[in-house]
Structure formats: C-alpha cells, structure tokens
C-alpha cells in the first residue's frame, strides 16, 4: 500500500473494480481451459461421475472379503460390458432404422398431403406443414432424382452417380478408422480413468482434504467430503436407475404400440432423460414423427404422445421424490444456465452432464467454506435464512408477500413457532439496525406498520391442535427453509386452555395485561405475546408505556392476574426492576412476566431473572406461553383485600444495556 494518503485512498476506491475484472478474467480463463480441454476433461469428468455409481458395488464386494483390486475390475468389466453391448445394440438397431426408412415416405406424403388440404388458409398451421414435408424429403434414398414429364406421362427416376477422385491410402485411412479410433480412445481413457479413480479412492478423498483446508479441522472436512461423496454417489445411482427403468418402460410401451426399433427409441429416452425439463420431450420427438410414418392413421402417433404424457409426470412427480427428494437442490434457473453453458463448451455430452456436474458444484459450495458462492448462485435454497426474508420484506414494505408465506408455513407448524423462529428474530434484525442508526423515523414506521399488518392477518388462522412430526412437504423452497429452521413444534404449541381449566383468579373477561415498552418495534412483539395468549385460550388486553403515561387504564384493574412487559430493545436492569416494583404495587398479588427477547444465554438469564424479582423471565414466545399456562392452573397468591389498587407504572426509559 503507498504512503501516500491520496494514492491509498484512491486505490481503496479502485479496489472493487480491480476485483470484479480479476474474477471476470478467472471466469474466462477457467471456461477457456474447459473449451481446449475438453478432449481430456470430458473422459476424467465421465470416469469421476461413473466411479460415484460404481463404489456402492465396490464396497458390497470388499464387504465379502473380496480384494480390492479384483473388486474393481471385476466391477468395471461388467459395467463397460454391458454399456458395450447396450452401444452395439443401439448400431443394429439404428442400421435397420436407416434402412427402413425410404419405406414410410410414401405414408408421410400422403398425410401431408392431407393436412396441407386441411390446413388451407391457415398460415401457421400450413407452414408446419411445409416444414414436415421438408423432412419427408431427406428420407428418400440418395441419388434418385424424380423427373416430371407433361401431365398424364409416366416418369421414371434418374439415377445419378458420381464418382470421387482416387483417394490416397492415407486418406481412406482417416476416413474409414477415424469415426472409429476417436470414440474407442475416449471410452478408453475413460476406462482407465475411473479403475484408477476406484483404486486411489482414499488417497484422492485424502489430497481433497488437503486441498478444502482441512489440516485445521481434519474431523469436520473429513465428515463434509464423506457425506458429500455418500449424497452424491445416491444421487446419481437412483438417478440412473430411475432412467433406466424410464428408458425401458418406454421401449415396451413403444413395442407394445408397434412402433418400429423400439429398443433403440428407449435406450435414447434413458440417456436424453438426464437432459433436465426438456430431455424426455426431446425423446418423444422421433418416436412420434416414425409413428405418423408407419401408421396410415393416428391412433399409433395418439398411443404414442400418450405414453410419454403418462410415463414422464409418473416418473418426474412422483417416483422421484420419493427416490431423491422434490429437487436435485438446484434452482430452475441454475438448470437451464448451466445447460447451455456446458453444451456450449462440450456439445451434445455437455447436455446430458450438465446437471450432474452443477450438482457436484453445489455440493462443493455447502461443504467448502472457500467455494460457498457455488451454492448461493446455483443451489435451490434461498439465500438468506427465513428471519432476513422477513426483515426484507418489511423493509421492501411488502406483507402480502410476507402473509403468503406465513399462511404456507402454518399449514405444518404452529403460530407460536413461526411468530419465534421468523417474524420475532426478524424484530430483532430491524431492532438491531435501529440501534446502528441505519433506519430513519420514516422507515422505523413503515417497517413497524407492515409487521403489524402481517400479525394481524396471520392471527385470524385456525388454531391448530396437532404437533407436527413429519417431514417438510411444502413445496415453496422458501417456506421448506423456514419449516427445516424451526423445527418441530413444541408441546405446548399444541394445549387449548377452557375456561373451567384457569384457577379462579384467572376467570375474568381479560385476565392478562400486556405492556409494550418505548421501542417502534416493541408493540408489534407485543400484540404477537397477546395474540397468541389469546389463542390458547388467555383473553388478553394490551396497552404500551406511552398510553400508560398519557393515563389510560386497563378496562379491569381487578380482575388482573398476570402483567407481561414486553422489551425488544435495549433497557438497564434497574428500569425493569422499579418498573415490576410498580406493578407489584398498583396490582396487589399479580404476577410478574418480563419478555426480554433478546437475550439468549442462560448465564445471564440466571441473572438477570434474579435482578428483576420477576415471576417469569423469558425469552420466546413458547417459553411466555409454557410459563403461563402453567401457572394459571395453579391457585394465585393470597391477595390483600384491603390494598387499594393504584395507577400502573409509567414507561421505563430504554438506555443502552
């Protein structure tokens, strides 16, 4: 850094800019060395992701005592047999295909003759025509050329032949062995590539660990890439098998309608089905178009659209939640992004990895604190917890949004869960920027009236009487966030009060007072502590330190049996302490409950619960509900009869703690 004061400040203003161009450059560099490497880093990638299938079986094997070397070649010949016969099969079968074709252009005229009848006038509808007969017209043999004569005369096709110059021996050696050497070279190295990534396992698992940081934490890396390696290797294991058992249940249905090479079109279905959202439409194509051929009809193109319009939402929406969840943890945007990046920098085999390669991405930034941007850009979960959410929102000045979600989240949890986990540590975030300065009085009011506006709504929900033990099953990735963070519902959460069930001193219209202290957020928390008193069946009124001051009195002075102050920001324990001191004596054998709802350590809880002289010091809304509705059951204190009742303390003035 220069001495120099202006030179320093200016190159602390360039900073920024310096960054962002030295990550567009990484950027670029690292997609350049994708693009020229692809011919290596395509058959490493491909070994990578297949040795993640393959360990499962490798671990079976060494389980019963089977060396690991044997394991792994034993492994690797079946799989590469199988995919080498699969390859083989799917040659014969194109071969015959090819062959057959000219056979069906006489049918595709035909019906193209019909639509282009039907579709007169209709410039859309004759333009897709044109477009298929376009196609019909590959499908003749090469060569045959169709003359036509005057009307009413007989033509005959021309055969056309042309002969090439005399090629060279080294020339027709490149042309007939190249198509064959480049992609035996590639299943080679790929083959070599993952019989050494199987057998190197742990040393490689090892120089990860190395490489993630982890000689200051070796335990904690060490779990991270192993269950990294475990979530990975099941992902992409129930994957395949839910494509093979797509590819093939295609196939039979395929054989079943009668369309031609079936066992090719499902073997296609299974590979393009790895392609995310449009890999299943893109296999329907040829069968569909190969039906329209064959059949003079439609009802072999109408079994056929059928089939995949079955199979693929079965497969999509429900077998594959229960084999791997609702998502692969990428966002919809994520997918398609990197689609098209990796089929621009690898082509066709960029498509069908795109998606395992971005999960494994993903994987990498939730378990690797230097690579955690990858699961802000790419993973499906939001990128701020379920409290900033709510916060934002408030600041955007946006409840119905914020109401939204809170109607998603109580359809699992209950209202004392989501005031807690979201809406009160949201508080909490306005409150903290309240006391930094950040927020003006404009913004205080508005962030304060859209809080209130969100708990008033949220309060009209039903009551609900259930724990909830299950899994997450909301589908909003937002909501599932929130529902994961907050756990299950307490017991408490699920306990209605009857009247018959409040001791005596309990039985009046609004048993409970609930006061809110100076703060602008401290009567949002305020009504959340009364409102849902109230649903659990403790009718409560609130009034806040200002209304006190100003001189209004609680409805029923008498019949109190509970005063709950509520304190979002920050108070000096002797403005508590005089401030229970005063209620003491305005409501003579009233209990006492402080919500501090900000502290959360249990040392200083012990504390300050004895500096206050409290009854009930709590710090959530479940520890407020817990602690009430056990000690309105019980018999109150014996009260003073004769003791007047006074005027309730004034507000006690917030200082900084």
Known sequence: MSEDPVTAQRLKQGLPVIVALASTLLVVAIMAALYLGREILVPVTLAILLSFVLVPAVRILRRIRVPRAAAVLLVVVIVFGGLFGIGSLIASEASQLASDLPRYTLVMRDKIKDLRGATDGAGTLSRMVDMVQDLSATLQPPGAIEVKGEPGTRTHPLTVEISPARASVVETFQTFAGPILHPLATTGLI???????????????????????????????????????????????????????????IGVGLWLIGVPSPTLFGVLAAILRFVPYIGAAISALLPLILAAAVDPGWSMVIATAA????????????????????????????????ATIWTFLWGPIGLVLATPLTVCLVVLGRHVERLWYLDVLLGDRPALAPPEIFYQRMLANDPAEAIDQGWQFLKERALVTYYDEVALAGLLLAQEDLSRGTLDRTRQDAVGAAIRTVVARLGTAPVARRTWRGAPRASDTETAAALAAAGPDRQIAGIVLAREDLAPAWRSEAPVLCV??????????????????????????????????????????????????????????????????????????????????????????????????????????????????????????????????????????????
């Not at 000689?215 to 991270?224: E, H, I, Q, Y």
């Not at 969840?325 to 398609?336: D, E, R």
């Not at 806040?544 to 609680?554: K, Q």
């Open 191 to 249: 083959l070599i590539f993952t019989i050494f990534i199987l057998l190197q396992r742990e040393d490689l698992r090892n120089r990860a660990i190395r490489l993630a940081g982890g000689s200051g934490d070796l335990r904690r890396v060490t779990a991270a890439i192993d269950d990294a390696t475990s979530r990975l290797s099941r992902f992409f294991l129930a994957q395949l098998a839910l494509n093979i058992a797509f590819g093939v249940v």
């Open 307 to 338: 089939l995949f319009l079955v199979v693929e939402p079965i497969a999509g929406h429900v077998i594959e939640p229960l084999l791997y969840g609702h998502s692969t943890g990428l966002s919809p945007i994520a997918v398609i992004l990197a």
């Open 516 to 657: 809110s202290s100076r703060g602008p957020f401290d009567e949002a928390a305020t009504l959340m502590l009364s409102q849902i008193l109230a649903r659990h069946g403790l009718a409560s009124q609130t009034l806040s330190m200002a209304a006190i001051r100003a001189g209004e009195r609680p409805d029923n002075p008498g019949g109190l049996a509970l005063i709950c102050f509520s304190y979002l920001e920050p108070v000096s324990l002797s403005q508590i302490r005089f401030t229970v001191r005063q209620a003491r004596a305005a409501v003579p054998g009233v209990r006492i409950l402080v919500g501090f709802w900000r502290e959360r350590d249990p040392a200083t809880l012990d504390r300050l619960r004895r500096a206050t002289s409290a009854d009930f010091l709590v710090t959530s809304l479940n520890e407020a509900l817990s602690a009430v509705t056990s000690a309105c059951r019980e018999p109150a204190p014996a009260q003073v009869a004769s003791a007047p009742t006074r005027a309730l303390p004034g507000p006690a003035r917030p200082v900084a703690a």
